[in-house]
């Protein structure tokens, strides 16, 4: 891989009495970090968690972003798909960042009527000072400074449990809350389904919001509970100043590897069993389910244009239709859609046409981001966003921002947001179940972590 030519490079081979020596030193050198700078970004594919795993195009690498170098200076009044494309073309280095859902409003004539109650801003990119990647039996420091320190001061630091503060336990248990009743959500799905009587939409994703105030979290804790709870392909820790992201996302939002672009998006969920027959009759379930393939064929064919719109003629195809894949809670169905690049068009062109996600919006896509913001109760923010890297050459890899907690360390206020695809023939009861199974593990992880 090329790089930017003042970064200076090492690599090492890594030791550890444990058998997971990836693991172990992706941990210190994480704790490290968060001791180091107010800007870290962990992405973690949990091999260690996950293993035998297999995704087709493979997951996140497990990386490490800690420091500023260069931060991207967005405007508001320019483009920022084309700030961020000028940006890399004028530094072509690494790049590490996020795009919150609300950037829709400057990609389509969309607003947000809720507050930005978290304080996230709508996109944040940035060169980070060093750059550390674990694979296999190695680590390898590229750093604007001198990569050997940064070996050595990892080697030297402690891996502590971190604990969070006890009197907060109480208090989390007591205190999540969500935006709308079961009444309410229920309500507002027979809504939405008039609205696909109608022919207004024909797929709608509704979320609602859980939210904590006033509440004390060790942001490092919670992560690792969450991901030893439920260890995803596409994870993501996040801190920038005083606004965290605690990640556990198991899906892609959009790759690009030379001139390919690759978007995997997932719809269909069912739990896992508890035993192995049980697992396997509910596998082969989610896999027959006619609902559950409309709804992921539905989301298929709004990313087959969403890459149209940036592909050579007559290279978008499905590589893969309806794989059922198991995580540690759940079995999902992903299918994974590619095409070829044109090579007139800047990469972030690519991001600019598929974003938000399809699997996260609906069918048609704009109105049914219209019709999101009219039913939801509370801002998206950076949930259902995406969030990745860039590196050198313009490739990069990106995730869809769920089953995440937000949490602004300054104010004391977290969320995480889940949701559902809402079809014509949808039961409300189901749709509000399957959404608290997505909750489960951040819930759980939440109470235990405060206690």
Sequence with gaps: MGISASRHERTILLESTGSEPVDFWLKKALHWAIRQSD?????????????????????????LAVGVYKTVAFSPHTDPFDTLYHHHQQHPDFL???????????????????????????????????????????????????????????TASPLHRRNPPASSASRVRETVRCRVSPEEYRQTVRKIQQDIIDGTVYELNYCMEFFLENTRLDPLSVYDQLTERSPMPFSHFQRIGN????????????????????????????????????????????????????????????????L????????????ELFGIYPFRQLFQ????????????????TAIKNAFPMGSMTGAPKVRAMELIDQYEASRRGLYSGAAGFITPE??????????????????????????????????????????????????????????
Excluded at 39 to 63: C, D, E, K, Q
Excluded at 308 to 319: F, H, K, L, M, W
Excluded at 445 to 451: F, P, Y
């Design 394 to 451: 313009g490739d990069f890899d990106l995730n869809v921002v769920i089953r995440s907690i937000f949490y602004n360390s300054s104010t004391g206020d977290a969320s995480f947001s889940v949701g559902s695809a809402i079809t014509y023939d949808a039961d409300p009861q189901q749709e509000y179940e399957e959404c608290l199974l997505k909750a489960d593990a951040i819930l759980s992880v939440l109470q235990e972590a405060a206690s």
């Design 96 to 154: 590490v960042g996020y795009f919150g859902y609300d950037l829709k409003n400057r990609i389509e004539s969309l607003e947000s009527r809720h507050p930005n109650a978290l304080g996230f801003p709508d996109v944040y990119f940035f060169q980070p000072l060093h750059l550390i990647d674990f694979d296999r039996n190695r680590m390898t420091v590229r750093s604007w400074g001198n990569p050997d320190q940064v070996i050595d001061e990892i």
């Design 333 to 348: 169905m992903i299918s994974t859609v590619s095409a070829t690049l044109r090579a007139d068009l800047p990469f972030t």
């Design 308 to 319: 149209a719109r940036s592909a050579e003629t007559g290279t978008v195809q499905v590589d």
């Design 243 to 306: 606004h965290y992201v605690i990640g556990a996302s198991p899906e892609r939002f959009l790759k690009k590897t030379g001139n390919r672009l690759i978007s995997q998006p997932i719809k269909g969920t069912i739990r896992r069993g508890t035993d192995p027959s049980d697992d396997e009759r509910l596998r082969q379930q989610l896999r027959s389910s006619e609902k559950e393939q409309a709804e992921n064929l539905m989301i298929v064919d709004l990313v087959r244009n969403d």
């Design 39 to 63: 800007h870290v970004v962990f992405f973690s594919n949990n091999s260690a968690y996950l293993p035998g795993f297999s995704l087709p195009y493979a997951a996140f690498p497990n990386r």
